[in-house]
């Protein structure tokens, strides 16, 4: 049986490279496989899935008006593999779900569960609700802990806790830390309200 999978990280945890993998074990079978990223991750050029290892590979590339339906689909497609699936809207979560169970195409999603405020991005909730199988990837935090929340930085390397939900960036703009370390130095409550150290 096919079915909808969520592989999450934090950042720098080899998303991209388990990804490249997976596609490369189908086809070393014999089994064609359709890659997607985000169009508006232009890190390493529009429609290239690339990895901090130096693999790379160009896919297919989606936005918030892609439908993901069979008849978009080649017939020979075994397997749909998405990059930075964070950025999927909560429908094309739906339409993927659908693939899976009716058309028995499996597909695998790659992503991040939260963005620098600690907040889901819309598709990451989707797929922690309807992905028939989750698997965390892990990576570890600068103090050795485990990294499970993405941090934010500014051009001077300090952490920025506010603004636009999406942000393209890589090493230079984000950092992978402990929930420890997330909150650290936080003078902000929850709620963005001054916190108790402020």
Do not use: W
């Not at 049986?1 to 934090?10: D, E, P």
């Not at 529009?46 to 069979?70: C, H, K, M, N």
């Not at 999927?88 to 790659?110: F, K, N, S, W």
Request: proline share 4%; charged share 25%.
């Amino acid at each position: 049986m096919s079915k909808l999978y969520f592989r999450y990280a934090a950042m720098n945890a080899g998303k991209s490279t388990a990804l490249l993998q997976a596609a490369y074990n189908y086809e070393e079978r014999g089994m064609r496989v359709a890659l997607f990223t985000a169009a508006l991750d232009t890190r390493t050029g529009t429609g290239t899935i690339s990895s901090r290892l130096g693999l790379s590979r160009q896919a297919a590339v989606f936005g918030p008006d892609t439908v993901f339906d069979r008849r978009h689909i080649p017939t020979d497609v075994r397997c749909m593999l998405i990059d930075e699936a964070q950025f999927l809207t909560a429908e094309q979560v739906r339409q993927l779900h659908r693939m899976a169970h009716v058309d028995g195409i499996p597909v695998l999603c790659y992503g991040l569960r939260g963005d620098f405020r600690g907040m889901g991005f819309p598709g990451s909730l989707m797929l922690l609700t309807l992905a028939d199988d989750l698997e965390e990837m892990k990576t570890i935090c600068a103090c050795g802990r485990k990294a499970s929340m993405n941090m934010r930085l500014d051009a001077e390397g300090r952490r920025v806790s506010e603004g636009e939900q999406v942000v393209i960036g890589g090493n230079e703009r984000y950092r992978a830390v402990c929930p420890s370390c997330f909150y650290a130095n936080d003078t902000a409550g929850p709620d963005g309200a001054p916190g108790l150290f402020a």
